[in-house]
């Protein structure tokens, strides 16, 4: 007998092996074949011969097979142990089988000779945290209720980690308030409160749980011991805390309030001075000076380690709320606790510190770095990178990107070129793209937005396009266009916005028209994309190339499609009308405007008088530049200065200083257009004295409206007017760089001195100011 039970033993422990065998290579049906084979033995099987297949279906997880080997017992009326619950009920668990897994679990309260262990409900709760299964999580505390199983440290874990899932910080502090109700914590414990608060933006109770974490650490005899796999743990015995709580632990009066460390609160900040930590730790030589104080107790290593991945929480939680201040006095405890910062803690304090500072103070962390020896994450460098590439500071972005050794993210790089489309240096983005196909980092959409936006066009701004010009860009376009194709990326809107606008600015009206009509098409992916913006852009491009009659059409298009209008869209229109000279349906497009609830603006007003005056119509445009005013619509030097150009070209000399005068009332200076068109006014009429006073006390005003500046300046300026070497037009050139408008005025200034009128910096007191003041009514 004994011979025939250990060859039925070891035939079925042979069979087990092979199939737990197949399943790691990946033969499930070689598997399911063993497996029947092994259900269809003659002799009596036991748990013990599918406990091996079991706990691999745990291991891999496979769920499915777990599900069948388990089926097979059930139909063997195999008498089943603790184990081979335990295995099929982590192996359900573990392959996301949260269902089939609760009703294994519900089985241990009708099963009086399997004890209702604490790791099967935290390995149910753990599930439910990587399915992100609030309901079932629920379900399992009602009937760990049931069972009176209680909870522990893990148990508490799990449901925080549930709660941050959920965003629900009130639930936060609901485990906060049963863990002290009978917990004394451990300090794992309390990092993963720090960490929870963190991630769900609580600074306050963050700070007030991580400065408890200090005082565990320095006034207890934490000890912290690692598992085989290389995880801290509290050495602690973890008793689990009864759900009737009457059999509890004693209760630390430590842990009766929420904040127990002594110290005073402001917004969740602590009230003591803080030097700076970069000050503290960057001297004039550039040297690094480190101040440790010790702790009262020694820490023991793995407890140092705790503590700064809590301090990195809350550092990393600082700089995404952009709170400078409590990371640098984070740093700073940590200096003062000899707890030497990361390269995690760096990445954290760097990006509080761009996100207050900017790049400079960013650029003095990484030196501290440096003196330090810590080594930057690729991370930290593309925090740096991409502040310095908003910072328009290429060169440093740049640099900062070379150091990187892998970026699989094209995010820095579209930072970067998103720079180059600021500062127009496309020879810099051509570097870039280099760079990303060197690295093997792939575009996304926002790349191609912005490769659209520099490379979509080729003349420079209020560059009209030609035919060489326009055939340059429809290569450049179809080969973005293409790359997009064979990676896969289809237009955004943003995308489709920038390629239209290239169009536009190229002069490509039928290029333009053929992409709004594919957008116009119901079955088309642009048509989602097809809205008020985008008819905007093809609108105006119509109209800045004088295709009113299209733009029109358009238009009409426009409205019978449904898609409504906005102030951007009547402006355009108005203007379109104005080019056509048809001031009668601009007055009806207002009309609309204010019926669609947009108010006429400053752009609005000055379309409707450059309508009027190019009909000649001076009276009927000052009027409704008087209804402006009354409206509390404040007028520019644009509306004015077009005013004057027309009044100027008509011979209008009336109405070009009853305009200088309202400027000079409402103190907007004069540009060189202004005096261009006021001085040619009074040529045309031969008032030649007239036209280089006037010259002269507009040059004045384009420096400044106010005499006491102008008589600060007067030494200075009239040292450059009247001056007679040869490098005097060369010195007031100098200052185009700063101030075009000075510079011209000087120009002028000096022509009048040169002609023969002198120069008066009072420009108030001159005859012609004087008479349009006194006869021009504002």
């Not at 500046?709 to 040292?719: D, F, M, S, T």
């Amino acid at each position: 007998m004994d011979g025939i039970g250990y060859q039925r033993s070891s035939v079925a422990e042979a069979l087990q092996k092979q199939i737990v065998d197949a399943l790691r290579v990946g033969e499930r049906s070689k598997a399911a074949s063993l497996l029947s084979e092994l259900g269809y033995r003659s002799e009596a099987l036991r748990a013990s011969d599918f406990l091996l297949i079991l706990k691999d279906c745990a291991r891999l997880p496979d769920p499915l097979f777990a599900l069948e080997t388990w089926k097979l017992m059930e139909e063997k009326e195999i008498e089943v142990h603790g184990k081979c619950y335990f295995y099929t009920f982590r192996a359900l668990c573990k392959g996301g089988y949260l269902k089939e897994a609760f009703g294994l679990m519900s089985v241990l309260q009708d099963n009086p000779d399997i004890y209702p262990l604490m790791p099967v409900y935290n390995s149910f709760l753990s599930a439910c945290v990587q399915t992100s299964s609030a309901t079932y999580a629920i379900d399992c505390l009602n009937l760990m209720e049931q069972q009176m199983v209680g909870k522990n440290e893990i148990t508490y874990t799990q449901l925080l980690k549930l709660a941050v899932l959920q965003q629900n910080l009130s639930a936060v502090h609901e485990i906060w308030k049963e863990c002290i109700k009978y917990y004394s914590l451990s300090i794992i414990c309390l990092r993963k409160f720090v960490w929870s608060f963190t991630q769900l933006k609580d600074l306050q109770s963050a700070y007030g749980t991580l400065q408890y974490m200090v005082a565990s650490a320095t006034q207890r005899n934490c000890i912290i011991t690692k598992t085989a796999e290389g995880k801290l743990f509290d050495s602690r015995l973890d008793v689990p805390i009864p759900s009737n709580g009457e059999s509890s632990p004693k209760r630390c009066s430590e842990n009766s309030r929420m904040f127990p460390c002594v110290y005073e609160y402001h917004d969740g900040i602590e009230l003591h001075t803080c030097k700076s930590y970069l000050n503290d730790n960057m001297e004039s030589q550039g040297t690094c000076r480190v101040t440790t104080s010790v702790p009262t107790k020694v820490v023991h290593m793995p407890v140092m380690k705790v503590l700064r991945w809590s301090f990195n929480d809350l550092i990393h939680a600082c700089a995404s709320m952009g709170n400078f201040v409590l990371a640098e006095q984070l740093m700073s405890q940590m200096q003062n606790l000899g707890l030497e910062p990361s390269s995690a803690t760096f990445e954290g304090f760097l990006k509080a510190v761009l996100a207050e500072r900017g790049f400079q103070n960013g650029m003095e962390v990484l030196k501290v770095m440096e003196q330090k020896n810590v080594k930057p994450y690729d991370s930290t460098l593309v925090a740096i990178s991409v502040s310095c590439s908003k910072g328009l500071e290429l060169d440093l972005a740049e640099a900062f990107l070379d150091q990187i050794s892998t970026s699989p993210s094209p995010y820095p790089y579209n930072a970067l070129l998103e720079a180059c489309n600021t500062m127009d240096q496309p020879e810099r983005a051509i570097r870039v793209l280099a760079k990303m196909k060197k690295l093997n980092i792939c575009p996304d959409i926002r790349t191609y937005e912005l490769l659209f936006s520099l490379f979509g066009n080729v003349n420079a701004p209020y560059e009209e396009g030609n035919v060489l010009s326009q055939v340059d860009a429809a290569k450049r376009i179809n080969a973005i266009e293409m790359d997009m194709m064979k990676k896969g990326i289809r237009h955004s809107h943003e995308s489709l916005k920038n390629l239209l606008k290239a169009l536009g600015m190229e002069g490509m009206i039928k290029e333009l028209v053929q992409y709004l009509r594919v957008a116009e098409n119901p079955l088309s992916s642009a048509n989602s994309f097809l809205g008020t913006p985008i008819y905007n852009i093809v609108l105006s491009s119509l109209v800045d190339t004088g295709e009113t009659r299209m733009a029109a059409e358009t238009f009409k298009t426009m409205k019978s499609c449904g898609i409504p209008s906005d102030a951007g869209t009547y402006n355009i229109m108005i203007n379109c009308c104005s080019i056509m000279n048809c001031f009668k349906s601009a007055s009806a497009l207002v009309c609309l405007m204010i019926r669609d609830g947009f108010l006429p603006g400053t752009v609005t007003y000055t379309t409707l008088i450059k309508t009027l005056l190019e009909l000649d119509n001076f009276d009927e445009s000052l009027k409704l530049l008087d209804q402006r005013k009354s409206d509390g619509i404040e007028s520019d030097l644009l509306l004015y200065n077009s005013i004057l150009q027309a009044a100027s070209k008509k011979g209008r000399i009336h109405v070009v200083e009853l305009i200088v005068e309202q400027m000079h009332q409402e103190k907007i200076n004069p540009d060189p257009s202004t005096c261009s068109y006021v001085f040619s006014a009074y040529v045309e009429a031969g008032f030649y004295s007239t036209a280089m006073e006037a010259l002269q006390v507009l040059s004045m005003r384009m420096i400044s409206e106010d005499d006491d500046i102008l008589e600060e300046a007067r030494i200075e300026y009239e040292n450059l007017i009247v001056a007679e070497d040869m490098e005097a037009e060369l010195n007031i050139m100098k200052l185009f760089r700063d101030s075009e408008n000075l510079a011209l005025a000087l120009l002028n200034l000096r022509w009048c001195a040169m002609a023969g009128y002198p120069i008066s910096w009072l420009p108030n007191d001159s005859q012609w100011a004087k008479r349009l003041s006194t006869n021009c009514v504002s």
